[in-house]
């Protein structure tokens, strides 16, 4: 199994921006699809951004398409959300994910990932 510990996030003003890190351990990070996930209170938890094994291929929810951008370290064993223009709709708790025996070329679906971290609050206020 992974661990998955995130960091990075904080209150945040409207239009701001904020970028958060999660590190793995205990599996070969290289051979994940990683991915962030939010959770809101009483809403489902959301998909926000996938990205493949290599980084070659990333996936948005189009809540998020053109404002965060998912990128991984390989080397470093973390992958990143940068979050830009942030909305108070984005207040969140944010959760790292990682989906086993990954592909280069695509991202994970949602039922593929397996392990996810604590979390990190997100909140933007107006």
């Known amino acids: 199994q992974v661990q998955l510990v995130e960091s990075g996030g904080g209150l945040v003003q409207a239009g701001g921006s904020l970028r958060l890190s999660c590190l793995a351990s205990?599996?070969?990070?290289?051979?994940?699809?990683m991915g962030w996930f939010r959770q809101a209170p009483g809403k489902e938890r959301e998909l926000v951004a996938g990205i493949s094994t290599s980084g070659a291929s990333t996936d948005y929810a189009d809540s998020v398409k053109g404002r965060f951008t998912i990128s991984r370290d390989n080397a470093k064993n973390t992958v990143y959300l940068q979050m830009n223009s942030l909305k108070p709709e984005d207040t969140a708790v944010y959760l790292c994910?990682?989906?086993?025996?990954?592909?280069?070329?695509?991202?994970?679906?949602?039922?593929?990932?397996?392990?996810w971290g604590q979390g990190t609050q997100v909140t933007v206020s107006t």
């Open positions: 205990g599996r070969t990070f290289s051979a994940d699809a």
């Open positions: 994910a990682a989906a086993p025996w990954g592909s280069m070329w695509r991202t994970a679906q949602e039922y593929e990932y397996d392990s």
